[in-house]
């Protein structure tokens, strides 16, 4: 294998990496957003985010990664904190 065929398949690497990736963190958001889902009622609007993270820790997912879901989702527009520890789906 000469240096261009190793270059090469260390961009396909790469790429591949990347799109694993966006896949996954994907695929976090939702299992999330179906969390929330769960916990919605129709009498209860807003949720606590204590509610959140406990199931999703249920769900196996680490608090650190759970906090940067919910970063994420607030960003993408599809939650929002409403006052200190309340979530509400938009």
């Known amino acids: 294998m000469d240096e261009a ?39 209860n609007k807003k949720i606590q985010k204590e509610s959140i993270l406990l199931e999703a820790q249920v769900e196996g997912m680490a608090e650190t990664e759970i906090e940067r879901i919910l970063g994420l989702l607030k960003s993408d527009r599809f939650i929002r904190e409403i006052e200190d520890g309340f979530i509400i789906r938009i």
């Open 5 to 43: 065929e190793f270059e090469e398949l260390m961009r396909i690497q790469r790429m591949t990496l990347r799109t694993v990736t966006n896949e996954s963190e994907t695929d976090d958001k939702i299992k999330l957003m179906n969390i929330i889902n769960d916990l919605v009622t129709d009498k």
